[in-house]
């Protein structure tokens, strides 16, 4: 889920709370009701009459906070407080502003004013853990979460806050035990499949249906855990995205695996991919496959290494240069308001990675699909760019690409995992709230041998990463061209 990534940061408002609750307003009963640009428009009405009410200027404003537009929300939930210091929900809406925004610091000290105000507000508690997790601070922000938890034992955003804390400190047991109230969460719902969830232990006789779940990336990583769960009885069945069937089935072919475009099958028992971990009882220490656990089609890996010296003879080049593919963007995911914003958190441009440009000895790759691909057809001055990508129908297609690199350099997505699957080495370019699967404080990773992490150390800043990672290129070219 490159969860992507991402928090389950609770952003509702005093309507929701539950705190100083006053009159019902018709604004508050639409927000209730989930009927958002309703209960926006209403609560704007009701601001022409009472322009100084704090109250619906608070519930405005995490609502506006709901509906993504921080910066507003900013705006009014400041008029809110400014009306009335002692509104406690208006603080925790303000937090949760200033943590869109990644002013982590600022959303905090939020929280803190709410919690000095109201020590038992359960959400404020649960994002002042994410506040703090997004800094980095993770065994901090645990206690926040544990204590949210027990106030509010059936709040999923809050077990889902925790879950990710855990994670991302390593401790997977428990981690991926409260990674299960996902499924309870407003943003992703229910998966919808009705059999007994597999808990790990025997199946013989029976089918498993392994599903589908978050992004390529998601389903590339959890992939390697297929084939263990297979080895505990009866029949396993893989249910996954098409551009995925024919790196899969080439990688597993002891496993049957089928697209999410086709019926759901018969089967007895049905796991999400990225419960897989717990069913089998995972550890830091018993992630399977780092080495990498992808195959690449030898066929195809022949077409590309011929397309690839066909490049060097175009150029005139007598001696092979460092190959270096490049991605600089995940996928827009719009549909999904946390994760697009993660996306937007975690992509930048090709003009971020012109430093490359400097190192010489290297040809670069682009791997970038999507809206942001075609940027490769304008490269920064001086970086030799090769741009393959319209070659690329699936997953198979890039993972033969890959084969025949030297190096991958790409941020947090699903490009990252082919290459890191493969065993190819991977540096990657981690944004400063990075996801729970890379750890907290580590330049390696334990899901993947080949992978170096450059993490952000300001939000939204790359460039003390591209520093670093230009001047390891710089090395790593040096000692290419002496071999």
């Known amino acids: 889920m490159s969860h992507n990534g991402g928090s389950f940061s609770s952003d509702a408002s005093s309507a929701t709370s539950g705190h100083e609750r006053e009159r019902s307003k018709d604004g508050e009963a639409l927000h209730r009701a989930g009927l958002l640009q309703e209960a926006a428009e209403t609560y704007r009405h009701e601001l022409v009459q009472t322009p100084d009410d704090a109250r619906t200027l608070s519930n405005y404003g995490g609502l506006l906070c709901t509906l993504g537009d921080f910066q507003q929300a900013h ?28 002013r982590y610091d600022d959303a905090i000290a939020a929280y803190k004013e709410c919690l000095t105000r109201y020590p038992q507000h359960v959400l404020a508690l649960s994002n002042l853990g994410v506040a703090l997790d997004r800094r980095g601070e ?22 889902a806050n925790y879950a990710i804390c855990l994670l991302a400190l390593g401790e997977y ?15 992703l719902g229910h998966h919808r499949m009705t059999a007994p969830l597999w808990e790990g232990g025997d199946f013989t006789g029976r089918t498993l249906l392994i599903h589908t779940e978050g992004g390529f990336g998601d389903m590339l990583q959890f992939s390697r855990f297929i084939p263990f769960a297979a080895q505990f009885g009866g029949r396993t069945l893989v249910r996954v995205r098409k551009e995925l069937l024919s790196l899969f089935r080439l990688s597993f072919p002891d496993q049957t695996f089928i697209s999410i475009d086709d019926p759901v099958p018969p089967h ?22 780092s080495e990498g656990f992808l195959k690449a089609d030898p066929q195809k890996v022949a077409f590309w290494a011929e397309k690839l010296e066909d490049d060097l003879e175009k150029r005139g080049l007598s001696s092979a240069p460092l190959r270096v ?25 090709l003009a971020t990675l012109t430093p490359l440009a400097a190192v010489p000895n290297t040809l670069f790759y682009s791997l970038q699909i999507g809206e942001k691909s075609v940027q490769a057809k304008t490269p920064p001055a001086g970086m030799q760019l090769i741009d393959h990508t319209p070659l690329l129908h699936d997953f198979s297609d890039t993972a033969a690409f890959v084969s025949n690199l030297d190096l ?45 992490i450059y993490q952000q150390n300001k939000p939204l800043d790359w460039a003390d990463s591209m520093h670093r990672i230009t001047a390891d290129l710089a090395k790593f070219a040096r000692a290419w061209g002496r071999t």
């Open 268 to 289: 007895d028992l049905q796991c999400p991919a990225a419960s897989l971990p717990r069913a089998l009882g995972t550890t830091l220490e018993t992630i399977p496959s």
């Open 173 to 187: 047991q428990e981690g991926f035990e409260e990674y299960e109230w996902r499924w309870k969460t407003r943003m």
């Open 138 to 159: 993770h065994a901090l922000a645990r206690n926040f979460h544990r204590v949210a938890v027990r106030l509010d034992p059936e709040n999923a955003e809050s077990h």
């Open 408 to 452: 991958v350099i790409a941020v947090d997505t699903s490009t990252a995992h082919v290459a890191a699957g493969l065993g190819k080495p991977v540096w990657m370019l981690s944004r400063y709230d990075q996801c729970w699967r890379w750890l907290s404080g580590r330049l390696d990773s334990p899901w993947y041998d080949s992978l170096r």
């Open 75 to 102: 705006d009014v939930l400041i008029r809110a407080l400014n009306l009335k210091p002692t509104l406690v929900d208006a603080w925790s809406n303000f937090g949760n502003a200033l943590l869109a925004l990644q």
């Open 325 to 349: 593919g490049l991605v600089w963007a995940g996928a827009p995911h719009r549909g999904v308001r946390e994760v697009n914003i993660a996306d937007q958190r975690r992509s930048t441009d």
